[in-house]
């Protein structure tokens, strides 16, 4: 099986998924850096996932 990450994948997660920042994880995060960056990185991809089925349903 090829695992070879695309080069559109990776330039996508270097502009989506940024540097950690407690800023803005959920206070119940903040002592467990690991999950709240991971729960933010999964908003941000729902958020995206979202916006871009949104802009393909306008062209319907």
Known sequence: ???NI???IDALYRYFVT???P???PDYFRH???QGH???SF???LRLGI???DACLEKL
């Open 1 to 3: 099986m090829d695992q």
């Open 6 to 8: 695309p080069t559109i």
């Open 19 to 21: 540097a950690p920042s």
């Open 23 to 25: 800023d803005f994880w």
């Open 32 to 34: 467990d850096p690991v």
């Open 38 to 40: 991971g729960l933010w």
């Open 43 to 45: 908003y941000q991809g």
């Open 51 to 53: 916006q871009l089925s």
